[in-house]
Structures are given as C-alpha cells and as structure tokens.
C-alpha cells in the first residue's frame, strides 16, 4: 500500500506521509520494524476503506513481508487472489468470526506442512463491509475458515467500535500470530500499532507525540536487534535525553 512522495489523506488538508498516513512531522516509518513470520498475509481491502488514515491493514504490510493487498470490487474478482488460492505452495486460511476456532489448536500439534505456506486471507473494511464482501465473494467460499479467541479486548480507539470484541485488521493479525506461538512477532506488531495509535492521537488533537507510548521502548529494542536500518532518526519525542530507552 506504499507508496512514493506525499498523500493528502481523505478528509484532510494537512499533508500526511503516505506509507503510515501520519502527518509528515509525526510520521513513524523510521520506527517500522520487519517481522520474520513463516506465515503470510493477504488482504482483501473494500475499496471505502483504502484511502482511510486510520486504517491499521498498512501496518501489517509495511512491518511483514510477502503481505499482498488485494481491492474488492463485488463485478470485478481480484484475479492476482485467485490465482495465489489456486497455487499448491501455499495453504489458505480465511479469517471470520464464524470459522474453526479449535483449528488453532491442530495448528498448534503438527508442524506446518513442508510443502505449503500457512496463508491467512483476512477482509479489510467495517464489518458490514466485511459481511458483504464474505457473502457475495464465490471465491472465497471453498477457503477453510478459522477464528481467533482474543484474550484482551481491543485497544482500538480511533473509530467507534460496535462492541470490544470487534477487533482491527492489524490486531487480528496480533491475535494470530499469538494464538501460533510467535510471541515476539506479536508482541512488535502490537508495540508497532501502539505508536501508530498514540501518534495519530496526538495528531488529531493538533500536536505531535508528547510523549512516547512504552511500546516504543519494545520496538527500539526490537530494531536494534535486527539492525533495522533508519533506527537512529526513530524518535517521536526530542525531548532533552532523545530516543527513550
């Protein structure tokens, strides 16, 4: 969903980075860790939801590799999706709340197949335009579906949501990769999402970041580990100690 030079997000006047949709002072991407999992994502995003500054599907694209975002159009089946459901080498799985959620746990007894990679397919929108986009999708119907059981409620504060178990694309995404055992993957995917959360908060009130969320701590540690490169310009808040530790 990247893309080069600057966006004007929907709504706004104010210029807004175009890879986090932050504002330019406030922009996190130096921040933006990449997380090694052996799964991959592919997003079916609603067109209504695309352009959105809020949206957190970016976020999984932007810290994970091999995610694929696909658009949705109810005449118009993505033939790039279609065509990766059909190849051998992957193993999909469609997340929706009425899906297995006891696969998980056959998951979580038997290593992945050697041959297929786990691929999880999840629908990016509102719920209702998830709902719509699950039913009048015959593609997606022969996809073996799974749930996920979140153990906390969600920490999604940037759009109302209907009730607490309704979770964002990018903590769905933090609730599989737990509920897999890759713990550090989503735990820096949550720490990610926390300063993408904080951040844009801050920039709806009219200010940049006062001060830092302590997740940020968790994705510095993380970044320095793995050597990310932009980690020395990865400071939300100047302040007089510069980057917290």
């Known amino acids: 969903m990247a893309s080069e030079g600057r966006a004007a997000a929907r709504g706004y006047r104010l210029l807004r980075c175009s890879t986090c949709y932050l504002p330019l002072d406030g922009c996190i991407c130096a921040c933006t860790p990449t997380i090694h999992t052996p799964a991959q994502f592919w997003l079916l995003i609603h067109p209504e939801e695309y352009r959105k500054s809020t949206n957190t599907a970016r976020l999984i ?21 279609i065509t990766l459901l059909g190849d051998r080498q992957f193993m999909p799985y ?10 998980f746990e056959r998951l979580r007894e038997r290593p992945w197949l050697p041959d297929r ?11 209702s335009q998830a709902s719509k986009m699950l039913h009048k999708s ?37 609730a599989l990769l737990e509920q897999l055992g890759e713990v550090t993957a989503s735990s820096v995917l949550h720490a990610y999402f926390r300063v993408f959360a904080e951040s844009y908060m801050a920039a709806r009130h009219g200010h940049v970041l006062k001060k830092p969320p302590p997740e940020l701590a968790r994705l510095l540690a993380y970044n320095s580990h793995t050597h990310a490169p932009g980690l020395q310009q990865c400071s939300l808040h100047p302040g007089e100690d510069g980057i917290p530790g």
């Open 61 to 81: 694209g932007a810290s994970i590799p091999h995610t694929r975002f696909f658009s949705w159009y109810r005449t118009t089946p993505p033939a790039g999706l």
């Open 94 to 103: 469609l997340l929706v709340p009425q899906g297995d959620a006891m696969l």
């Open 117 to 127: 990679v786990p691929a999880f397919v999840l629908l990016d929108g509102t719920w």
């Open 138 to 174: 015959p593609y997606l119907q022969g996809i073996p579906r799974i749930s996920i059981q979140p153990q906390i409620p969600s920490t999604y504060r940037l759009r109302c949501q209907r009730c607490a178990q309704h979770l964002s694309t990018v903590e769905v995404a933090i």
